[in-house]
């Protein structure tokens, strides 16, 4: 039987993701103290207290970051992979978001629709414009007319 | 017996009945596509329940939940993916049988199975959860902290990544859940002078954000790669049931189903659980352990069969304590709340046609999936074929809608968005996401028995040490113990074997 033969260390290091974890954990638990704190709190009789119960949840929280920093165990590696599409997949979604209190649901919808296909890679015009106008108007009949849901409303809901 | 009655007529109505039925049409294609989860379909397809009364809405989501996991097995049978996270362990048995041309009779038993175990799993929330329900009027408020609490602990153990990971992901849904307005006394808290934050973080859009969006921000990182190109599908030939496979098939059955339901009625633990459970004792007490693992239709029965029987489990808890038994569970919760009402015994005295109407329903869905099974498994396979191009776009546009649609609040947008970033990054750091949910979901339970069991005792913590909360109160650190050990063994077990030279590992190979 032959003993290891590499040197590694026998305690694995904390990983790096392990460390911006702790970190923002860390951040959220002190701003959530401080924020808490800061809070007006009625003396109630009894009552700890509307500060309590987030005191002792943030608590918590500050502890098992500090228990994140002393962990041991292989970090898993990060893996990255296409970010510069995750990346305009967001802004996409927050444009969305501003488009539809401007110009209401369908026409936003068109315009994500357009937005998230190219970033999908679709390429075919017919398909890009097709696709993203069936969607709008189906997705707006569904939940406006069908199920009576109220959506933005803009230019082209007023004419429907 | 006359509640049953009224919870049998009231389901017996169009609505309800075609809600079940479209829901189970839309969990198997949810469930047969990797990538979307029953998470995920549900959280996605709640806000199409708010237009409807709530018996309706639910049984939607009845069929979404219960056909979705059956469906996820498909795909892990013919191409090694699950189609749903917890469908994991049909690849164990099913995709060996698939390779050696049985993929057939394997999706006859994954069917077979399923149909029982969501039986089994109904008969036993019938006859379960009324118990509950009246035992759940005796629980105080020191109780529901504590259950609250070991939920959380429950889930945070079992969940991927660490024991650490699952609690903060826990601790930080608790927090999520106070900010807004205090629920005793009504001081603004946490909202950072944020005036759309005063009347709290709704749930439902975080929920559709960190499932919903979240995945989606993955796949298009992804470029929808994966094991969609490459694996043949195999194309299933015969579909009726040798009976030769029927018989070996029972054993799983048997084991499957009461281990899957009460695996599901454990607060926090649900179809994943259940279905690997189920299968290790399967493979514990059959005497010929030789085929597990290899293509034993008792491998893949036992875990299709608690799999299945862990979703009607996953209710009990979620209607009589309003505390969710998994995710999946807790997003049904969100079509109750916004009609305004709310699980737990007073939902099962006061509407009797809804809580009993529900537990039918989960009587009835198995033989509906049976029927849409036997009918469309050859179909199964076109399903997967829908281009993911088309696909996700689509899903995204449903998110939008739907988070806005709760309550009719461009802000609820901008949190689902926030939340699908949170959840992506979870996600990359192996911080499981369900943790947060079930502590959103609880906070306000938690906090409230936290609140009023210490005013009960006057201001003072003495409430921890009364019996029922001691117990419950220990059961959490023993949980946590277990969880630690098991991390510390496997962690010692992963560095010795790192820290072996190649030939003592074919050494240790060869013993």
Excluded at chain 1, 13 to 31: D, F, K, T
Excluded at chain 2, 253 to 262: E, H, Q, T
Excluded at chain 2, 447 to 458: D, K, N, S
Excluded at chain 2, 478 to 497: K, L, N, P, Y
Aim: aromatic share 8%.
């Amino acid at each position: 039987m032959s003993g290891p033969t590499n040197t590694q260390p026998t305690r694995a290091s904390v990983g790096r993701s392990e460390l911006i974890l702790a970190a923002v954990s860390l951040g959220v638990s002190m701003m959530a103290i401080i924020g808490v704190l800061l809070t007006e709190t009625p003396s109630a009789g009894s009552d700890p207290g509307p500060a309590s119960y987030p005191l002792f949840v943030a608590g918590l929280m500050l502890l098992c970051s500090v228990l994140l920093l002393l962990g041991r165990g292989k970090p898993k590696p990060l893996t990255w992979g296409d970010m510069k599409r995750v990346v305009l997949v967001v802004a996409s979604l927050f444009l969305y978001f501003a488009l539809m209190s401007l110009i209401g649901f369908v026409l936003a919808s068109i315009v994500f629709t357009l937005a998230a296909l190219l970033l999908a890679g679709e390429r075919r015009l017919l398909v890009l414009v097709l696709y993203s106008i069936g969607l709008s108007f189906a997705v707006y009949a569904v939940f406006s007319i069908f199920l009576g849901l109220p959506l933005p409303m803009g230019p082209v809901e007023v004419l429907l | 017996m006359e509640n049953w009655l009224i919870g049998l007529e009231a389901i017996l109505s169009p609505l309800p009945l075609l809600m079940l039925v479209v829901g189970i049409f839309g969990g198997i294609v949810i469930g047969a596509l990797p990538g979307l989860t029953a998470v995920m379909g549900v959280a996605v397809l709640l806000p199409f329940t708010f237009a409807m009364d709530p018996l309706p809405g639910m049984m939607l989501m009845v069929g979404i939940y219960t056909s979705a996991i059956y469906a996820g097995s498909i795909p892990a049978i013919l191409m090694r993916v699950p189609g749903t996270p917890s469908s994991a362990a049909a690849v164990l048995d099913g995709y060996p049988m698939a390779k050696a041309g049985k993929a057939g009779p394997a999706l006859s038993i994954s069917l077979y199975s399923s149909f029982f175990g969501s039986l089994l799993g109904g008969i036993g929330l019938a006859v379960f959860a009324p118990l509950l329900a009246t035992i759940a009027l005796k629980v105080g408020q020191a109780e529901y902290f504590m259950i609250a609490l070991f939920a959380l602990t429950i889930i945070a153990s079992i969940s991927e990544g660490s024991l650490v990971k699952g609690l903060l992901s826990g601790l930080f849904g608790l927090l999520l859940a106070t900010v807004g307005t205090d629920p005793l006394v009504g001081t603004a808290r946490l909202t950072f002078g944020i005036p759309e934050l005063r009347s709290g973080l709704d749930f439902i859009p975080i929920l559709i954000g960190l499932f919903g969006v979240a995945e989606a921000m993955h796949q298009f990182e992804r470029r929808f790669g994966k094991a969609r190109d490459g694996a043949k599908t195999a194309s299933p030939a015969r579909f009726t049931l040798g009976s030769r496979i029927r018989k070996r098939m029972w054993p799983g059955v048997a084991m499957g189903g009461p281990i899957g339901f009460l695996i599901g009625v454990l607060p926090g633990t649900g179809g994943e659980v259940g279905s690997f459970v189920s299968y290790n004792e399967t493979r514990r007490v059959s005497r010929d352990k030789s085929q597990f693992g290899h293509g034993d239709p008792r491998g893949l029965a036992a875990a299709e069969t608690g799999h299945n029987s862990a979703v009607p489990g996953t209710l009990a808890p979620t209607l009589t304590l309003g505390i969710p038994g998994n995710s999946v569970a807790a997003v049904m919760i969100g079509v109750l709340t916004v009609h305004g009402l709310r699980p737990g015994p007073g939902l099962f005295e006061g509407d009797p046609a809804l809580t009993y109407g529900i537990m039918v329903g989960f009587l009835l869905v198995p033989f509906g999936l049976l029927l849409v099974g036997l009918a469309g498994i050859r179909a199964w396979g076109q399903i997967l074929r829908i281009p993911p191009v088309i696909l996700w776009p689509a899903i995204l546009v449903l998110c939008t809608v739907g988070a806005y649609s709760i309550r009719s609040n461009l802000f609820d947008v901008v949190v689902m968005v926030i939340f699908g970033v949170v959840g992506y990054l979870m996600d990359k750091v192996n911080v499981p996401t369900t943790p947060l949910v079930i502590g959103l979901i609880v906070g306000p339970i938690a906090e409230q028995g936290f609140r009023r069991a210490t005013i009960l005792a006057e201001g003072s913590f003495s409430w921890v040490f009364q019996p029922v909360p001691l117990i419950i109160l220990l059961a959490c650190i023993v949980s946590i113990a277990v969880s630690v050990i098991r991390e510390r063994r496997h962690g010692r077990d992963q560095e010795r074997t790192d820290n072996l030279s190649p030939q003592d590992r074919v050494d240790e190979r060869a013993q």
